[in-house]
């Protein structure tokens, strides 16, 4: 592509992600049920869904596995485990907030082990 932003595909791809991410996505989540965010496990695609709506979201700690599964794509699920909470449009403060109030109640946060030389 020639980068230009006014591209057909990239001006289509828009229209598309304001129409599945926001209207019929985040916009109808959070204002059918009255929700301030809504909350992600790990890295089941809330940043992405949130990026494509153009909405901020914020990533914390949420626990750490001792062991794993081999996740699809080869990648392992042991080891810190993160929760992405997703918000509104211009939801910052809300969503700062929350995960400050989250890591807060539940310590999560840890440092994380040694390396081990292979």
């Known amino acids: ?12 791809a828009l229209k598309q992600n304001d129409e599945m991410a926001r209207r019929q996505g985040l916009d ?7 929700l301030d965010a809504l909350l992600f496990l790990g890295n089941e695609g809330g940043a992405d869904l949130a990026a494509r709506a153009g909405y901020p979201s914020i990533t914390v700690p949420g626990g750490f596995a001792l062991t794993g599964v ?3 794509g080869g990648y392992t699920t042991d080891g810190p485990q993160g929760i992405t909470f997703v918000g509104a449009a211009y939801g910052e403060p809300t969503l700062i907030k929350l995960a400050y109030g989250y890591e807060q109640a539940t310590k999560h946060r840890r440092t994380p082990p040694p390396l081990v030389d292979v």
Request: proline share 5%.
């Open 1 to 12: 592509t020639s980068g230009t932003l006014t591209e057909q595909a990239y001006t289509d």
């Open 28 to 34: 109808y989540a959070l204002e059918t049920y009255g």
């Open 70 to 72: 081999v996740a699809p």
